[in-house]
């Protein structure tokens, strides 16, 4: 650096360059970080991805959500259904309960389940029959304009109509092709999968759930972990690909299978297999490795007057967590366990399983006689960690998800408002925040869009392959 | 293998080493051939396709291929959580030259082993140093670097490293580094390209923002995802089993938002990358919580509630939206059974009525049955359910699921973890593959994402001893000499 030492610039100097500068490096940490995430303003910013262009041939969870990532980010991604039926998701609703209805809709008996939330938002939504050779030559007219594609089918499906990554890269060397489902080359290649068989299949369901002595059964995740999280993957993987093809110029394919998913977070599980030949068993809503870290049952629920069943019988379980020598110790003397103190005053000790059994039973005859605040409270009041186990009603009511913009209404003008949990909640950028546009489209909404605006088709030709059910 | 020996077996730890990789090897049945295989391609007359892709994908082919994000150096610093780790081992598995920062007396994560028990933990070879197996396996590519940044010399050691990174990941509890002055309010003056991103359990800002107890300790899964309704949502409901003995709210059993949290730092990460590469940006922030992401993915449930303020129950082996998709209790386990469409619901009953002809009478001549959304209906599960873990109990796994295939339906029983390394698929990709470390060989999973034609991901080296890198890693990043790091060794700073 041939500076001239004569010249001193504000610039060079440490410390802040501006008035505001300095304001915010003398802010509290908590009111710097609050501003620079600044809720509310993501669309004013940025988006990261801006300029990818990515093709979702999908259903489901697992595979469209992989592109919802990427979409989030400011990609323009274009789903692909078929004409008519869309995506069986669509059709998914929790006890088949809730359906939501586009406000000007054309064809009124088909809502939309609850089941398509989350997997697709901001997508375009596109319609076409892979089966006729006329439309397969307007799928390639996309592939050369888009930098890739997700795709779900069974292995050998799009090969068989050359779609496939052999031919797709000739048409476009630079093209990032995924195949994502359950197995992949194999010998179960064309084994179908879900995100249970997942779950079932690679050892997640094996140590998840209450032990067998405690009466309990294997125990499936509440949400559709293995598609949602394979996904999150699988969009880790395209954005490697994505960062390749940067200093490479090339495309590839990606073949993500979701059932080996759970067996790379099983943490110790594999391993202490293959070194010590133990099967790992269920333990609960206890930790193998940690004690005291665990769920415990209060005696009284918080809301006995609540007309809601979850609120009125299910208010009434605190993770409590005092692992650290002290910490036990404390627990030990707020809640009259003296006597397991001095038993297990090592943490090598209380982590045992019979110990833990007795430090467990002993804490919930504790907290028989209390609510599930009140032991949080009076945990919380000697400076331990104890937190109640919340639901949906207290997640949409908290304070700390509404201040971080994390669950928030948005006013869609097909679909009216709907409540969002997704998508802001998957990471906050600071200069180019991901962003929720619309939760989900009709099926085929953007077909003028994509036919007749980006391909240049005549609109009386995209009449007639509606006509034709060709989209 | 090795001659038959006799052992007397009095305790727990006369079983140690009888068990391990040489004695015992694994697999006990060897992988499937490609000529077993290679039928089962020539049925669906997919030969030819299926023979490309083993060509470009197999995993045996990773290391001749490009390592994506080589030549980027990542900087992680944080404890006792697998978020970060997880996040900078996605980073290594890439190609990226990571950085782990400890404290000199090392992650408290590594002393941790199942229930306590000394005896699992791993050793290594050569120094004879041991360390958890949670820690060695989910350290991938990671190098080991002490530093004691609450000491003057360590802070400016740690700023002239981070001078020099693409990405710092920072698994510490909120306004830690701050307030030691080597946060990313200070590091980004020097460094204002660098990618920061904040992995932790509810968030470095909020009223809810993470913890620690008067005495210091963290908040650590699962925490996060009680936080989200996850834990409220999961497990078998009162109706099923009694509250208190398994009908109860229930923990995963992986520290789950943990590894979202991970995942997907390293998507926000790479599209920050990508931002400041491609488009002209700069560094920033990233803050990623694990109660948020798992949230993120919590399929509609909170949505659910926005809509017609519905709280989700919990429905243990059984999923509200889909019938038949669950498993039930059979004869030796649990086997678990898909089939929603009217395709696969009917053929799940023809193959069920074959042995219990009430099931078809039961189910398919039920009018209420016939529409595949009636079917989700709370009271259709139950009955539904009812009559298939009827025919399971007396059922085995391996029967059931050889009924079913027959009828191509995606069923499968529950594994436990042998019978997860056994499964053949598995043996053949290899999923799960022995892999030597400087702790001998171990049983590990592969990387879902080294499947790939051009720049698979791949584990080099998992788990190292506390500084294993020091010296090398100080030279290369920062120019202290071995005699330097020796002396600040002396004075515990390193």
């Known amino acids: 650096m041939a500076k001239d030492p004569r010249v001193t610039n504000i610039e060079d100097l440490p410390g802040p360059k501006s008035k505001g500068e300095m304001e915010e490096w003398k802010m509290p940490y908590e009111e710097y970080c609050k501003k620079i995430f600044d809720v509310g303003n ?97 799928f390639y007219g996309l592939v050369k304009k888009f930098d890739g594609l997700t795709e779900l089918y069974r292995p050998g499906t799009l090969d068989k109509w050359k779609m496939s990554y052999r031919y797709l890269s000739e048409i476009n060397p630079r093209f990032i092709y995924v195949w994502g489902g359950g197995f992949g080359y194999g010998p179960k290649i064309f084994g179908g999968s879900y995100d249970i068989l997942g779950q079932a299949h690679a050892g997640l369901a094996s140590i998840t759930g209450m032990h067998e002595y405690m009466g309990g059964h294997a125990t499936k995740q509440t949400n559709w972990v293995i598609d949602w999280q394979s996904s999150n993957l699988i969009t880790a993987s395209i954005m490697a690909a994505i960062h390749h093809r940067r200093k490479t110029n090339l495309g590839t394919m990606i073949e993500f299978s979701q059932v080996q998913v759970p067996t790379r977070m099983l943490g110790h599980t594999t391993t202490m297999y293959g070194k010590f030949g133990i099967v790992r068993q269920r333990w609960g809503n206890w930790d193998t490795q940690l004690a005291v870290h665990g769920i415990i049952l209060c005696g009284k629920s918080d809301f006995p007057d609540a007309e809601n069943p979850q609120d009125k019988f299910c208010a009434r379980y605190v993770m409590v967590s005092a692992f650290q020598d002290a910490d036990f110790k404390e627990l030990c003397a707020i809640t009259g366990m003296n006597e397991l103190y001095e038993k297990y005053k090592a943490h090598k000790n209380r982590v045992e399983g019979e110990a833990q059994v007795e430090i467990y039973t002993a804490l919930e005859r504790w907290a028989a006689d209390k609510t599930r605040s009140q032991v949080a409270k009076i945990l919380q009041d000697a400076g331990l960690l104890a937190e109640p186990v919340r639901n949906d009603r207290e997640v949409y009511e908290s304070p700390h998800y509404r201040e971080r913009g994390t669950v928030r209404w948005l006013d869609d003008p097909l679909f009216g408002d709907m409540l969002l949990h997704a998508g802001y909640s998957s990471g906050m950028m600071e200069k180019t925040p991901r962003r929720i546009n619309w939760h989900w489209r009709p099926v085929g909404a953007d077909n003028k869009k994509i036919y007749n605006e980006m391909l240049g088709i005549p609109l009386s030709k995209i009449q007639e392959w509606y006509d034709k059910a060709y989209i | 293998m090795p001659e038959k020996r006799d052992i007397e077996i009095n305790s727990r730890a006369d079983t140690i080493g009888l068990m391990d990789m040489d004695v015992r090897p694994y697999p006990v049945t060897p992988p499937p051939s490609y000529d077993q295989v290679k039928p089962v391609y020539e049925r669906r007359k997919a030969l030819e396709f299926c023979d490309w892709a083993e060509d470009n994908l197999r995993f045996e082919k990773r290391y001749a291929k490009d390592e994506t ?129 904040w992995i932790g359990m509810l968030g470095q800002w909020g009223p809810w923002k993470d913890k620690q107890s008067k005495f210091g300790q963290w908040e650590l899964e699962p925490f996060a995802s009680c936080a989200n309704s996850w834990v409220h949502n999961t497990g078998l409901a009162q109706d099923l089993l009694p509250r208190g003995k398994g009908g109860d709210p229930t923990r995963s059993g992986i520290w789950l938002a943990d590894y979202v949290a991970g995942g997907q730092g390293y998507v926000n990460a790479l599209a920050a990358m990508y931002w400041r590469e491609e488009l002209g940006g700069t560094g920033q922030m990233i803050e990623v919580t694990g109660a948020e992401t798992l949230m993120d993915i919590l399929d509609f449930d ?193």
């Open chain 1, 42 to 138: 993501e669309h004013a910013k940025p988006r990261p991805l801006q300029g990818i262009k990515w093709l979702s041939c999908t259903m489901y969870i697992f595979t469209p959500h992989s592109v919802a990532n990427l979409a989030e980010l400011g990609a323009e991604c274009v789903k692909i259904e078929m004409p008519r039926m869309g995506d069986a998701m669509r059709h998914t609703s929790p006890f088949n309960e809730c359906y939501l209805y586009p406000l000007h809709d054309t064809r009124p008996m088909t809502g939309t389940g609850l089941g398509f939330t989350n997997a697709n938002p901001n997508k375009y939504f596109l319609t076409m029959d892979y089966h006729i050779p006329e439309m397969v030559e307007i």
């Open chain 2, 69 to 197: 994000l080589a030549g980027l150096r990542v900087l992680d610093i944080g404890l006792w959580r697998l978020g970060h780790k997880f996040c900078a081992s996605l980073f290594g598995e890439s190609g990226a030259e990571v950085v782990s920062i400890e404290p000199p007396s090392g992650d408290p994560l590594r002393k941790l082993t199942p229930f306590g028990r000394e005896e699992y933990m791993l050793e290594n070879k050569f120094t004879g140093e041991k360390c958890g197996m949670e820690f060695v396996n989910e350290t991938v590519n990671t190098h080991c670097v002490t530093l004691d940044v609450e000491t003057e010399e360590g802070r400016e050691i740690y700023k002239r490293m981070a001078n020099n990174v693409d990405v710092l990941i920072d698994g510490m509890p909120p306004g830690y580094m701050d307030g030691l002055g080597i946060g990313y309010r200070q590091l980004k003056e020097v460094n204002p390209r660098m990618i920061y991103i």
């Open chain 2, 302 to 494: 909170i949505t659910w509630y926005g809509f017609n303020g519905s709280i989700k129950g919990r429905s243990g082996g059984w999923d509200p939206n889909l019938n038949q998709y669950a498993w039930n209790p059979c004869k030796d386990g649990y086997m678990m059974i898909g089939g929603q469409t009217d395709k696969l619901w009917y053929n799940i009953g023809f193959c069920l009525e074959r042995e219990f002809t009430q099931f078809g009478r039961l189910i398919h001549e039920d009018p209420f049955l016939k529409e595949m959304g009636a079917r989700n209906a709370l009271h259709a599960l139950i009955k539904t359910y009812s009559l298939t873990a009827r025919w399971l109990r007396d059922t085995n796994r391996v029967e059931a699921e050889t009924k079913l295939l027959e009828y191509q339906l995606a069923a499968g029983p529950i594994l436990y973890i042998d019978e997860v390394c056994e499964f053949p698929h598995f043996k053949y990709r290899p999923w799960v593959y022995v892999h030597e470390t400087d702790y001998g060989p171990l049983l590990i999973a592969s990387s879902p994402s080294s499947y790939q034609v051009r720049a698979p991901f791949r584990c080099k080296w998992m788990g190292r001893d506390v500084g294993a890198d020091n010296y090398e890693i100080y030279l290369k990043w920062t120019g202290l000499t071995q005699t330097k790091v020796n002396e600040l060794k002396q004075k515990g700073v390193i």
